[in-house]
């Protein structure tokens, strides 16, 4: 997939990279992206679950390009698949660089997540009738 191509899914979180979220070198974090990403990704998976969610994995992590500090930063997210318990939410995140407004897609990744009880439990999700 290119760069130039659009977001996949729905926006389900943004924000701004600030000079707290930086490394020692300028760059933002890559853990502080993939925290905006399960934020973001979680909101969905609890809406389509109705249910309280854990992240049970995270796959295909990728950061292709870096974030700097001002750039907006927006996650984009769908239901690619849902299981018996979980559901897998692959998500996107892009930014609108700033200053320029260019938009680039920096990181993608795969979320898992399992709907559970108060106890921690998995439970089945309920699928809305087609
Ligand atoms: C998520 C959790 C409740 C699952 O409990 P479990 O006893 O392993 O439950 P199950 O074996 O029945 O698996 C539940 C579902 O998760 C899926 N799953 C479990 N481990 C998985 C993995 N590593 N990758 C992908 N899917 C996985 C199973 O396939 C199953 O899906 P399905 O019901 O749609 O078929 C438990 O592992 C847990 O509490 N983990 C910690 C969650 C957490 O703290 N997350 C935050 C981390 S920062």
């Given at each position: 997939?290119?760069?130039?191509?659009?977001?996949?899914?729905?926006?389900?979180?943004?924000?701004?990279?600030?000079?707290?979220?930086?490394?020692?070198?300028?760059?933002i974090f890559g853990g502080w992206l993939i925290s905006q990403m399960d934020l973001g990704s979680?909101?969905?998976?609890?809406?389509?679950?109705?249910?309280?969610?854990?992240?049970?994995?995270?796959?295909?992590?990728s950061f292709l390009h870096p974030v700097r500090v001002g750039d907006t930063v927006a996650c984009y997210a769908r239901v690619e698949k849902i299981g018996r318990t979980s559901m897998t939410i692959p998500v996107e995140v892009w930014v609108t660089r700033y200053m320029t407004g260019e938009q680039v897609r920096v990181t993608h990744g795969v979320f898992i997540y399992v709907a559970v009880d108060r106890t921690g439990k998995p439970i089945p999700v309920k699928r809305e009738p087609a």
């Amino acid at each position: 997939m290119s760069d130039t191509d659009q977001p996949k899914g729905e926006l389900v979180i943004q924000t701004i990279a600030m000079p707290k979220d930086t490394n020692r070198d300028g760059d933002i974090f890559g853990g502080w992206l993939i925290s905006q990403m399960d934020l973001g990704s979680a909101i969905l998976a609890a809406k389509v679950a109705k249910a309280r969610v854990v992240t049970v994995a995270l796959e295909a992590m990728s950061f292709l390009h870096p974030v700097r500090v001002g750039d907006t930063v927006a996650c984009y997210a769908r239901v690619e698949k849902i299981g018996r318990t979980s559901m897998t939410i692959p998500v996107e995140v892009w930014v609108t660089r700033y200053m320029t407004g260019e938009q680039v897609r920096v990181t993608h990744g795969v979320f898992i997540y399992v709907a559970v009880d108060r106890t921690g439990k998995p439970i089945p999700v309920k699928r809305e009738p087609a």
